[in-house]
């Protein structure tokens, strides 16, 4: 049976909160997800995500970004994309210190969470990637970027971010978008796509939006995005 052990560990000086998803195997392969801008490790994506690889014996660990859930700091003031590639980059290094996994890693991201794993995967030697909604560039993002109410300049609008160069040439890349997304333009996973080197994949859910909504897009994303892993990961 699956088990699920509470990790808290450091990202520069900020305490981080996660959840590592352990299946009944020896040192499984692992993937980490990376939330969105506003989200945190809690998502149900991530959390479905998790079972899944599970049963296809593939740990998985989840966990809030410094200033999102109970990884508690100052939102506005410790947000920007290169603090949340450190904080993947020390999930990883605390998760490859267990000594309980095995080496291949996967990466998970949704929204800007994906925007943080494109930018570290050749770095972290990631061996798959998923995406859904991923921002290549952050001035190219539609609707109101600030729902903190402050009055104070978002993240985004303080820390801009354009990973286009560190796309290129990944490989093992599985890219989810809907087209009906009002927050990332979908033009953004065509050009992921055009920049990646196979294996790739897109795959377009009809009428889905940023959040992806429909159940039914939820389950194919898990049932997909989970065999990625499983074929990238297990080899």
């Known amino acids: 049976m699956a088990v699920v052990k509470q ?13 590592l998803h352990l299946p009944p195997v020896a040192k499984p392969p692992f993937v980490i ?12 994506k991530q959390i479905a995500l998790a079972q899944h690889c599970n049963r296809l014996q593939m740990a998985y660990f989840r966990f809030d970004h410094r200033g999102c859930g109970e990884s508690k700091a100052p939102f506005n003031a410790v947000t920007s994309l290169e603090a949340r590639r450190s904080d993947l980059k020390a ?8 000594g309980d996994l095995g080496d291949p890693l996967g990466l998970f991201g949704s929204s800007m969470g994906a925007s943080v794993c494109l930018s570290a995967a050749r770095e972290l030697a990631a061996r798959a990637v998923v995406t859904w909604a991923a921002p290549i560039r952050s001035t190219d993002l539609m609707g109101p970027q600030d729902q903190t109410n402050t009055g104070l300049k978002s993240p985004l609008q303080r820390h801009p971010f354009d990973i286009s160069p560190a796309i290129a040439g990944l490989r093992n890349l599985l890219i989810f978008h809907g087209d009906a997304d009002q927050t990332v333009p979908i033009a953004h996973a065509r050009e992921i796509l055009a920049s990646a080197d196979d294996p790739k994949k ?3 859910f009809p009428h889905s939006d940023h959040r992806m909504s429909h159940p039914v897009d939820q389950r194919a994303f898990v049932q997909e995005a989970a065999r990625w892993f499983q074929t990238f990961l297990k080899q």
């Not at 990790?7 to 959840?19: A, P, V």
């Not at 997800?33 to 149900?44: A, E, I, M, N």
């Open 202 to 204: 897109l795959v377009v």
């Open 33 to 44: 997800g990376s939330h969105g801008l506003f989200s945190d490790k809690d998502s149900p």
């Open 7 to 19: 990790i808290q560990f450091l990202s520069e000086k900020y305490g981080l909160k996660g959840y």
């Open 91 to 98: 999930a990883v290094k605390m998760l490859r210190s267990r």
